[in-house]
Nanobody
């Protein structure tokens, strides 16, 4: 059984930075695409960024240039470095392990429980 644990969320002022981590267990980590989604109150869950098993990445338009997704297969962990955070980035951020080596929509895989990110103005 796959187990995903997110960490690194918190409260930060606008313009600040956070780094989220998602540690995975229970699977052969390196063969799966991984990603980050987020969900703000009253809104649909949306893609933030994803990374394939080979390291190719994709970003939502709002994340491009501010966020960076990366993976460390030796630690079974992915990261989301978020810079220049804005109040509209406030959301619960979820990690996903795709059931494939690449990412796709709608997403199909295992989800973490989420970590709250709050950006104050």
């Amino acid at each position: 059984q796959v187990h995903l644990v997110e960490s690194g969320g918190g409260l930060v002022q606008a313009g600040g930075s956070l780094r989220l981590s998602c540690a995975a267990s229970g699977s052969i980590f390196r063969i799966n695409a991984m990603g980050w989604y987020r969900q703000a109150p009253g809104k649909q869950r949306e893609l933030v960024a994803a990374i394939t098993s080979g390291g190719s990445t994709t970003y939502a338009d709002y994340a491009q240039g501010r966020f960076t997704i990366s993976r460390d297969n030796t630690k079974n962990t992915i990261y989301l470095q978020m810079n220049n955070l804005k109040p509209e980035d406030t959301a619960v951020y979820y990690c996903i392990r795709y059931n494939s080596g690449t990412y796709y929509y709608p997403p199909n895989g295992d989800w973490g429980q989420g970590t709250q990110v709050t950006v104050s103005s």
